[in-house]
């Protein structure tokens, strides 16, 4: 499944993909296969990210509009 958000949010933040793929502990060619939808995100880097960026793992999967918490 296809996350367009987790692209937009790394470039909201001026982060490249190995910036991303650090903090989560994987390369960029895996990390990059998250954003193509080619590989499914586990949770717990969900979480990761959601925490990284302010921000839930509801906007981020899309189900909500509101960036907020």
Not at 10 to 38: F, M, P, V
Not at 55 to 66: E, P
Request: cysteine-free; charged content about 30%; hydrophobic content about 35%.
């Amino acid at each position: 499944m296809k996350f367009k958000r987790l692209k937009d949010l790394r470039e909201d933040n001026d982060l490249l993909q190995k910036d991303i793929a650090k903090i989560l502990g994987i390369s960029q060619q895996y990390y990059s296969e998250y954003e193509k939808g080619n590989r499914t995100i586990p949770i717990s880097h969900l979480i990761t990210l959601a925490k990284f960026y302010n921000t839930s793992i509801d906007y981020i999967v899309g189900l909500t509009n509101n960036k907020n918490m």
